[in-house]
C-alpha cells in the first residue's frame, strides 16, 4: 500500500515482457514490411512474421482489447500494460473477414500460445497484398527498451521475437 501511496510501481506489475512468435515462419524486421505504416512506424515500434501456415497464436499472456471486426487483427494488453497489435497480412482488411476466424473475443484472459484467430494462409495469399504480419506495440512509450531477438525461423507460441524491458 506504501508503494501505491509514493507513486511506485506495484511489486506484481512486471517490468519486463518476453513476446514469443503468434506464428510458425520466418522473422522479417518491421522495415522491411511492404507497407509504410509499418516499416515507418507510424503504429509503433515490433517485428514481422512471414507466416507458413495459418494459426496466430498469443505472443503474451493477457487480455484482448479488441478483434477487429474483419478477423484480420487483435491487439492484447499485458500485466505490465503493454498493448500489442497483431495485424494478418497487409490489406486484408479489404477482405472483410472472408478466411479468418476468431477464436477468441474482446475481453478474454489469454495465455502465450493459445490460439487466437485461424486464417486461410493461401486465400491471404491470393486475395491480400502480402501474408506478412507485424506484431506492433502499440504504446511504446511505457517501454523503455525494446530488443529484437530476431531468429531466423520462429515457432509458434515458443520462439521468443522481442523482450521489453524498463517498462514504465
Not at 57 to 69: I, K, N, R, W, Y
Not at 74 to 103: Q, Y
Not at 128 to 133: D, G, H, N, Q, Y
Amino acid at each position: 500500500m506504501l508503494r501505491k501511496l509514493f507513486g511506485k510501481k506495484d511489486q506484481d506489475t512486471p517490468t519486463e515482457e518476453i513476446v514469443v512468435s503468434p506464428l510458425n515462419g520466418r522473422i522479417i524486421p518491421l522495415e522491411e514490411v511492404p507497407d509504410p505504416v509499418f516499416s515507418e512506424k507510424m503504429m509503433g515500434d515490433g517485428i514481422a512474421v512471414v507466416p507458413e501456415d495459418g494459426e496466430l497464436m498469443s505472443p503474451v499472456d493477457g487480455e484482448v482489447l479488441q478483434v477487429f471486426p474483419t478477423k484480420h487483427a487483435v491487439g492484447i494488453k499485458t500485466k505490465s500494460g503493454l498493448e500489442i497489435l497483431i495485424h494478418i497480412g497487409l490489406e486484408t482488411v479489404m477482405m472483410k473477414g472472408e478466411g479468418f476466424t476468431s477464436l477468441v473475443k474482446e475481453g478474454d484472459r489469454v495465455r502465450t500460445g493459445q490460439p487466437l484467430i485461424s486464417f486461410n494462409v493461401d486465400l491471404v495469399k491470393e486475395k491480400a497484398k502480402s501474408t506478412v504480419t507485424p506484431i506492433i506495440i502499440t504504446n511504446g512509450e511505457k517501454a523503455g527498451s525494446v530488443e529484437k531477438l530476431s531468429p531466423d525461423q520462429a515457432q509458434a507460441g515458443t520462439t521468443q521475437i522481442m523482450r521489453i524491458t524498463d517498462i514504465k
